[in-house]
């Protein structure tokens, strides 16, 4: 005659498993499950990271686990080609395409030129844009993507991405603190590695129930797979959008300072320098990438909704002295784009002006490619 089981037991068993497998968890570094992807095996690979707050309608989702943004990603579908010239382009919003579809974007524009690097190898641009505005934010995709045997990189960048105090706000980099801490180490960055914006959990934070989010969203981002690869969609676009701001007030302060003269030492150039260091023998071609330069209200006094006109002139001054002092490859493009060839921002341009971009980076893509 077999022994009744007592419920009681089988709560207090349960209970301990759960609090084993959490524990257990915790101490267990999970980073490894982000490069467990069905993409680039049974879907596609993504043309650009994922990112989206309406995950029904672009089948897209922002998280931060940078394996899973690089797993999913086409640049990971396979080994280098020996006949790719192999560049990637790193950035913010603007890199990324907002309101683009893929093949609108920079990338997507370069790789439809057909460009032939001096040696007769392919031209193919990689999207590892990522909007917020932040150097650190690119310097820390950029560190990773050095594995993918780069040839050349394009960095565009614009004064918003440079504030000191600006640099950690980006939820990429908050979410990837430890990460950051080792840039900051070792590139010796003048950034605060103890700044509360690092997000840091705790011994709870690390165990599955502290976890249960950034796990649903791994497995979420699969899922969505399946619609990307039926669709090629990974954003949502609609027919009507507030557009760029033209008429401003009065105001000419910027990051709290309110002028005449741009403080140096707020902007975090150590950042920048810290990137072309980790691109190490691959040349960086770096854009001061075009802005909308308004007509309208008080224009006179603001170039447009970020820039008062002297912070952007003395910034623009500023990275003309560094990058003759560094001897960088750097175009400076910042009026390259009429106003009227912006969306819903002052850095976001229409299909027509990436295009307009993509030739002139282009241009120097192929000076590049020549030893």
């Not at 600006?166 to 840039?183: F, H, M």
């Not at 997000?199 to 797979?225: C, E, H, I, K, N």
């Not at 701001?245 to 005449?260: I, K, L």
């Not at 309208?296 to 001054?317: E, I, M, T």
Request: hydrophobic content about 45%.
């Amino acid at each position: 005659m077999s022994t009744p089981v007592s419920p009681l037991r089988v709560i207090v068993k349960a209970l301990i498993l759960f609090l084993v497998l959490n524990l257990a968890f915790a101490a267990w570094d999970p980073s490894g499950l982000g490069g467990l992807s069905l993409y680039n095996r049974l879907f596609p690979g993504r043309a650009r990271f994922p990112f989206g707050e309406d995950p029904a309608q672009s089948y897209n989702l922002s998280l931060s686990s940078l394996p899973a943004m690089f797993a999913s990603h086409v640049l990971t579908a396979g080994p280098k080609p020996a006949d790719e010239f192999r560049v990637l382009v790193i950035g913010d919003s603007s890199v990324w395409g907002i309101l683009l579809r893929p093949e609108q974007t920079l990338a997507g524009q370069l790789n439809a030129a057909g460009l032939k690097a001096c040696d007769g190898r392919t031209v193919r641009a990689y999207n590892l844009g990522y909007p917020t505005l932040s150097l650190t934010k690119d310097l820390l995709i950029l560190d990773l993507a050095m594995r993918d045997r780069p040839d050349l990189i394009v960095w565009p960048v614009t004064l918003e991405a440079f504030p000191v105090d600006r640099q950690l706000g980006s939820p990429l980099v908050a979410d990837n603190a430890a990460a950051v801490r080792a840039l900051i180490a070792k590139y010796r960055l003048g950034l605060d590695p103890n700044d509360p914006a690092l997000s840091t959990p705790d011994f709870w934070g690390r165990t599955l129930v502290g976890q249960r989010r950034p796990l649903a969203d791994l497995v979420r981002l699969q899922l969505y797979g399946v619609m990307w690869a039926a669709t090629g969609i990974d954003q949502s676009y609609p027919a009507d959008y507030p557009p760029a701001q033209t008429d401003f007030t009065a105001d000419v302060s910027f990051d709290g300072q309110p002028g005449p003269t741009l403080d140096e030492k707020s902007l975090a150039f150590d950042v920048l320098q810290a990137g072309l260091t980790a691109a190490g023998q691959v040349p960086v071609l770096l854009v001061n990438e075009p802005m909308l330069v308004s007509p309208g209200k008080n224009s006179d006094l603001r170039y447009n909704f970020y820039y008062p006109r002297w912070a952007y002139d003395q910034y623009r001054q500023m990275m003309t002295a560094h990058a003759a002092a560094g001897i960088w490859n750097y175009l400076d493009l910042w009026n390259l784009v009429p106003a009227d060839q912006f969306t819903n921002s002052a850095i976001h341009l229409t299909p027509a002006a990436e295009a307009t971009l993509a030739g002139r980076v282009g241009e120097s893509i192929n000076q590049l490619s020549c030893p």
